[in-house]
């Protein structure tokens, strides 16, 4: 592998409009660092050679003609979430095992038209349910992190832990992932990487396959803030497709890297201290607080009284949206089917057969919460209490301009330490799904690295429609950090 | 609130998942765990408060009442696990 892959997105794409590179090239050797890299790190679930050199030589046409948009010929890897026309598209999981789309997203449609060169699939949790890859069909993904003088492999995080340890490893210059309740933002946390969620409707969610539709935020890995940013920007826009697209106008998410965060207020809110934190994590809140101080902001101590209501509502609303959406796998029109006696024995057999333990844990719990007579006690209790959350949010962002908490409890954990309690692998996602129950952008950006060597996130919150102030506070944290570690190759 | 295995297998059957008996056991036992987590909602006062229905409100987008796909049948059809003369292939469902 030549440097080229080791280069931030933006410094790739400099040399692509200089014809330092050409589009071919730039594929030839991502393609190739994947292929390698997929034994040790199984981070794949499809390739598609073809495709990828005919997009990359459509790049370099537009490229000598001195067209191209924000990512022409840079090569990315897609979430196995998403819809690539012609390429497996299963949500790592077997009922959808062989799915090829006969579509494509609306955000991989964009990236395309962008510029961007399709590289990889890249597995997940199975339709996105897990914090560590675990669950994906394909067996997990293995960080390319390992703590000092230790050879245990550990998980990149999840559900888009492919994404995380793509880019974490400089397999390609971005990645797409989903962020329900934490899965872009932890994985990036676990790996080092930049990991990004707009506001809701920003990205729409047509073309990806379905988890808790008012939950489900697709966003970017990136190597950079500004990279993240970049990517943002080519994946977001309004979509007639999807009804809950937002109608604004993207802004120019780039342009806020960089800006000066002097005078910005910063919360820190005292819910986010949660018992048995290690003590690593408090240390590297604390010390982006004072480089965000260092930076001029001004640190307002906060509230967010319902924090710790936010997890158990996302347990009911998200497995209960899930048994709904995922009730289209009947075997029926797509997907696999197992013949069964009479109909309905087909179903429970195509269902059973084709789902994991994971998932079918979650749409029995919202199977369970949207029965008869359940309802108003789970599902209308969970959504008031969502609004209970948002409401903290609001009132939190009266005072401040942006909320700086740590990504994840925890650095990333050993493949199979967690895998038999079901509560504590949900306990992962305790900083990061409020935003998802409020629809607040959120990001997290490497900040350094706990004792045994392995990378730290740092998350930063903002109101609905501020992606700038996030990018802002974000790339100020990068600054500072000046993070540049690297996972060690054993690959 | 608890569940039992009966309601276990009723939960299954609802979902339309076939669940081996030798899984309903830990499937109590998990689903147990979970629930009796999240009763902790119980605490919050939700007194007079919305139901959250939009994380940002807008209007819901309407749009011209005209057809904007279809005639294609070939790929509609292409992912299904059975199909023949253009049809999906089903069980019989009529008893």
Redo the contacts between chains.
């Keep these: 592998m030549s440097d080229l892959l080791k280069l931030s997105l933006d410094e790739v794409s400099a040399k692509l409009k200089g014809k330092d590179v050409s589009a071919t090239e730039l594929a030839r050797e991502a393609f190739a660092a994947c292929q390698a890299a997929q034994p040790a790190l199984n981070a794949f679930t499809a390739f598609d050679e073809e495709k990828t050199l005919a997009m990359a030589k459509a790049a370099d046409e537009r490229l000598a003609k001195g067209e191209g948009g924000l990512l022409e010929g840079v090569p990315l890897a897609i979430k196995d979430l998403f819809a690539v026309e012609g390429v497996d598209t299963s949500a790592s999981s077997n009922i959808l095992k062989g799915?090829?789309?006969?579509?494509e997203s609306t955000v991989t449609s964009k990236l395309w038209d962008a510029g961007a060169v399709f590289v990889a699939k890249t597995s997940m949790d199975e339709f996105a349910m897990g914090s560590s890859n675990e669950t994906a069909n394909t067996g997990p993904v293995v960080n390319p992190w390992k703590a000092q003088g230790s050879d245990e492999s550990l998980t990149p995080g999840g559900s888009s832990g492919g994404s995380a340890s793509a880019v974490a490893a400089d397999l390609c210059f971005g990645a797409t992932g989903t962020d329900t309740g934490g899965s872009i933002r932890q994985p990036a946390s676990f790996t080092g990487t930049v990991g990004v969620k707009g506001?809701?409707?920003r990205t729409s969610r047509w073309g990806v396959v379905a988890f808790a539709s008012?939950l489900d935020h697709p966003g970017p890995f990136a190597k950079t803030v500004k990279d993240s940013a970049l990517l943002l920007q080519a994946m977001s826009g309004h979509d007639?497709k999807d009804?809950?697209s937002?109608?604004n106008d993207v802004p120019d998410f780039a342009a806020a890297v960089g800006q000066s965060v002097k005078g910005l207020k910063i919360g820190v809110p005292k819910e986010y201290r949660v018992d048995g934190m290690p003590a690593e994590i408090d240390e590297v809140w604390q010390t982006g607080i004072d480089w965000l101080k260092a930076a001029g902001c001004e640190i307002v101590d906060i509230s967010l009284p319902?924090t710790?209501?936010a997890l158990?509502?996302y347990?009911?609303v998200a497995p209960a949206e899930a048994?709904s959406n995922l009730?289209r796998y009947?075997?029926?029109?797509?997907?696999?089917?197992v013949?069964?006696k009479?109909?309905?024995?087909?179903?429970?057999?195509t269902?059973?057969?084709g789902?994991g333990h994971e998932v079918?844990?979650r749409?029995?719990?919202?199977?369970?919460v949207l029965?008869a007579g359940y309802y108003d006690?789970?599902y209308?209790?969970?959504?008031?209490?969502?609004?209970?959350i948002?409401q903290d949010f609001h009132d939190a962002f009266d005072k401040v301009d942006a909320i700086l908490t740590p990504s994840a409890p925890s650095a990333a954990f050993g493949l199979g330490t967690k895998s038999d309690d079901?509560?504590a692998m949900y306990l992962n996602d305790v900083f990061t799904v409020t935003a998802n129950?409020?629809?607040?952008p959120a990001m997290s950006v490497p900040a350094g690295l706990d004792k045994a060597g392995l990378p730290l996130g740092l998350q930063v919150i903002t109101r609905?429609?501020d992606e700038e102030t996030m990018f802002k506070v974000g790339a100020a944290l990068e600054d500072s950090a000046g993070f540049g570690h690297k996972a060690a190759k054993w690959w | 609130m608890s569940v039992t295995a009966d309601d276990v297998r009723r939960i299954a059957r609802l979902a339309r998942l076939a669940e081996p008996e030798d899984r309903i056991d830990t499937l109590v036992g998990e689903l147990n765990g979970i629930l009796n987590w999240i009763e902790q909602l119980n605490e919050v006062d939700v007194e007079g408060v919305q139901a959250m229905t939009t994380p940002v409100a807008f209007p819901l987008p309407m749009r011209e009442d005209a057809i904007t796909d279809g005639g294609i049948r070939d790929q509609v059809l292409a992912n299904a696990p059975k199909s023949d003369e253009g049809f999906f292939v089903v069980p019989k469902s009529v008893e």
């Design positions: 799915f090829k789309p006969t579509y506001t809701y409707g008012s007639p009804s809950t937002l109608p319902h710790k209501y158990p509502a347990y009911i048994s009730a009947d075997g029926m029109r797509y997907g696999n089917r013949e069964g009479d109909l309905h024995d087909t179903y429970e057999q269902r059973g057969a789902f079918q844990r749409i029995m719990i919202g199977t369970y029965s006690a789970y209308l209790r969970a959504q008031k209490v969502r609004t209970r948002l079901p509560i129950l409020a629809g607040v609905a429609l």
